[in-house]
């Protein structure tokens, strides 16, 4: 049974993917970073069945122009499916099926790259007057286990206001990533859950205030829309979402961060997307042992180029 709005907090889950990726160049000139398989299944489709799991019954994707394929991945292939249904491949058709079930999928185009938080304000226009919230799930990261946005739903009907997703990660990362200020609530009722003061985007380690970098999951009041349209470009010449969320706690909107004690994928660069990658092959039946092995094969003082693969 679908939860509503009234248990998850959101109906809609945002997911921007107008960016660039180019990272992801020469592949993302004509492929669209977010359509890049994990294993056999594309990294949007994983982060939508999140959505869906936690509540959500519409997703909502930023694109760019000429990104289609992104869209066209949730909806139904009807001539595909008949073919794998009367060649009986009814394992592979289940597999085609599943990311059009998932949930009600609308786009929204954002014309050009000017930045995240540009890109989750074009959303408000296909939101219902009495959507108080939305979630924006950030295709890049896969946030593992799934569930976060349970707690992060729970958080903002206890707490009201925002509510963001970290992860503890070492310090000689922190300067990778968006690093939270905080401290711990009044009532200090669990040690997961932190008001954010401020956050810091890729601070040197000396001016971190803390090591909890923010993760791809957001629980945002529809007050952000307006900060959206209040803040200016900033970092990189772009909207960020994280000045219009700073620019919210300055003027005292409860902002909390649930701290996620899980792994986390960053498929938004070549080398997290490989560790996912195998990361999820060594998981599958069909791949997984194959893999170990070859692995352990390849990182042995025994491998040589020249001879042949085993
Ligand atoms: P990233 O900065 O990680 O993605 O943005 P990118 O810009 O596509 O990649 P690089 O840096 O050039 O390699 C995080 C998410 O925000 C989306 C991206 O598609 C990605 O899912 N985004 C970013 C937009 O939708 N619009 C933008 O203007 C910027």
Redesign the pocket.
């Known amino acids: 049974m679908r939860m509503t709005d009234k248990t998850s907090g959101f109906r809609t889950a945002v997911?921007?993917?107008?960016?660039?990726?180019?990272?992801?160049?020469p592949a993302?000139k004509t492929v669209p970073?977010?359509l890049l398989p994990v294993v056999d299944t594309p990294g949007i489709e994983l982060v939508a069945a999140e959505a869906a799991d936690s509540g959500a019954d519409r997703l909502v994707i930023?694109?760019?122009p000429g990104k289609d394929g992104v869209v066209a991945h949730f909806v139904e292939d009807l001539v595909l499916e008949s073919t794998l249904a009367e060649r009986g491949k009814f394992a592979l058709l289940e597999k085609v099926r599943k990311a059009p079930g998932l949930l009600d999928v609308t786009s929204v185009v954002?014309e050009?790259?000017?930045?995240?938080g540009?890109?989750?304000a074009q959303a408000e226009a296909v939101l219902d007057d009495d959507e108080l919230a939305i979630a924006v799930l950030?295709?890049?990261d896969l946030v593992l286990p799934c569930g976060v946005l349970e707690t992060m739903s729970r958080v903002r009907r206890e707490r009201g206001g925002s509510v963001l997703c970290a992860i503890d990660v070492p310090k000689s990362q922190v300067s990778a990533y968006g690093v939270f200020d905080v401290e711990e609530c009044a009532d200090n009722a669990e040690t997961d859950v932190l008001r954010v003061k401020g956050m810091v985007e890729k601070p040197d380690l000396a001016d971190a205030p803390s090591t909890l970098a923010a993760a791809?999951r957001y629980l945002l009041d529809r007050v952000i829309f307006d900060a959206l349209r209040r803040i200016t470009p900033g970092a990189g010449g772009?909207?960020q979402l994280t000045d219009a969320i700073a620019l919210l706690i300055d003027e005292g909107h409860p902002v909390h961060v649930v701290v996620h004690r899980g792994s986390r994928h960053d498929l938004?660069?070549p080398g997290g997307y490989l560790r996912a990658a195998v990361d999820f092959a060594l998981e599958r039946d069909e791949y997984g042992p194959q893999l170990r092995e070859w692995l352990k094969f390849r990182l042995s003082p025994e491998w040589d180029p020249q001879s042949p693969i085993a």
């Open positions: 997911v921007p993917a107008a960016g660039l990726g180019t990272r992801f160049l993302t970073k977010e930023v694109t760019s954002q050009e790259p000017l930045g995240l540009h890109a989750v950030l295709p890049d791809g772009e909207l938004g660069n």
